[in-house]
């Protein structure tokens, strides 16, 4: 039995000696050559999202001011990603019980993130009483426009754009009536000018449209509705992400 668990463990040193000499050889041999002349992408900018479970930040919000300055001026982070669940267009109130603890994020996400209440039968005229706005004025008075502040003292412009989210299902959708998500997104805009002076850079039309099932036909008709409505507006809308 002794000589057995020696055994085994000089095989297991063997094998591991081994493995190290062949990356070390690999290291070793692999030489990587840059040449300045020669440009292939240029990157203008790094990212991240800000997700729409804030409370995975409150607990943080007394060092966010270091976290938001290291992000600016030391990880160069220039762009933000908003996103926007489809349950904003419902009734006001769930979002003042999430932030206060009244609701948990399980709740949140099972009842109100992804259910979409319309406001209206008409997709050209909005009721703003019938949204909530409440998770995004967060993240914007908390993350956003201070961050906008921190570029802003190095002399960068942040780049904001928003991003539908809908991974539920609800009596009312807005990808069945292009119209209205032209609407839902125009509202968002409205709103973020309106009370921040800020209009987003961007829009993606669905988040990981893949994962929610939507095909490509729903994305082209939600493109080809949205896209006259915000450049109307003169607002830029970015293509979908995957």
């Known amino acids: 039995m002794l000589s057995n668990r020696v055994g085994y463990i000089l095989s297991f040193c063997l094998i ?28 203008t900018g790094w990212e991240t999202y800000l997700g729409s479970t804030v409370w995975d930040y409150k607990p943080y919000l007394p060092g966010f001011d270091r976290a ?22 419902h009734p ?10 009244t609701i948990n994020e399980g709740v949140l996400i099972r009842q109100y993130a992804y259910d979409i209440i319309n406001d209206n039968a008409d997709p050209f005229v909005a009721d703003l009483t019938r949204f909530e706005f409440g998770i995004i004025d967060w ?35 807005h990808y069945q009536d292009p ?6 997104i ?8 309106t009370k921040y002076g800020i209009v987003p850079d961007g829009n993606n039309i669905m988040n990981e449209p893949d994962l929610a099932g939507w095909s490509a ?4 008709r939600l493109v080809a509705a949205t ?8 607002i830029a809308s970015a293509a979908p992400s995957n």
């Open 139 to 173: 993240r914007m008075e908390n993350i956003v426009l201070p961050y906008k502040q921190k570029l802003e003292a190095r002399g960068e412009k942040l780049y904001l754009y928003l991003s539908y989210v809908d991974f539920g299902e609800s009596a009312f959708e």
């Open 179 to 184: 119209q209205e998500y032209a609407e839902f």
């Open 16 to 43: 591991v000696f081994l493995g190290l000499t062949w990356v070390g050889a690999r290291a070793a041999s692999t030489v990587i050559a840059l040449n300045p002349a020669v440009t292939y992408q240029t990157m």
């Open 92 to 101: 006001p109130g769930y979002a003042a019980q999430y932030l206060d603890g």
């Open 227 to 234: 896209g006259p409505r915000l450049a109307a507006a003169r």
């Open 68 to 89: 938001l300055d290291l992000a600016a001026n030391d990880l160069g982070i220039t762009r933000l990603m908003l996103t926007v669940h489809s349950g904003t267009e």
């Open 217 to 220: 036909t729903t994305m082209g």
């Open 186 to 193: 125009l509202v968002l805009f409205d709103h973020l000018r």
